[in-house]
């Protein structure tokens, strides 16, 4: 039996971004409650201390994780009606959140403490104004679009979890087909449908379609 040895980041090589990167790596790999300074540490094969020279602590560069991976999603978007807007905002948060699941964590935990953050609900709460909404109005919809994003997301990212596991996904088919039609008649009833539901495009396209077809009657009854 043979082991492979980590392989050391080369001296005076560490810098911001290649930590920043790392992290993230290492985050979607293990979850944000196993991601610990010491453990990125040991990935990147450099003393903990190494890392407090160009974060502060655990906080900052978790704050530094979710900046980047928003930047990359080029969540702001100059064009076209508040309605296309809206959607491209949210199909490319979704998107971001799809590739890095540690987002699910790090959104809810820390939604607005960064700079990308900061950019992409400017962006998003422009769009609401344009559209006509009050300052309440723009705050609540902006809220309320984030929460149907990340929710709806976090849901997905876990029942990717769970179906990846087989012993998992045919536990739940034995379960869903084993309730009684007397008693549950109506779950019984939609079950072959409910499968087609769990997550994917089309399901997050059916979501989307009602939020902004709610957001448009609201502004009509304000208007």
Known sequence: MTTTARTRVPRNTVSADLIVTAALRLLDQ???????????????????????????GKDE??????????RAAALTTAYGGWQHQVRTICRRLRGQILEHPCLTSLLQQRPLAGHESAESAESLLRALVEA???????????TMLLGFVVGVTTLEVRLLEENSDP??????????????????????????ALRQTVGGDVQFEFGLDLVIAGMEQRLILAG
């Open 30 to 56: 293990a979850g944000v409650e196993a991601f610990s300074i010491r453990a990125l540490a040991k990935e990147l094969g450099v003393a903990p201390m190494t890392l407090y020279t160009y974060f502060r």
């Open 61 to 70: 560069l978790l704050d530094a994780v979710r900046d980047h991976a928003l």
């Open 132 to 142: 006509g909404f009050d300052e309440e109005n723009a705050a609540r919809t902006y």
């Open 167 to 192: 012993q998992r996904r045919e536990k739940v088919r034995e379960i869903m087909s084993g309730l009684p039609a007397d008693r549950y008649p109506a779950l019984v009833a939609h079950t072959p």
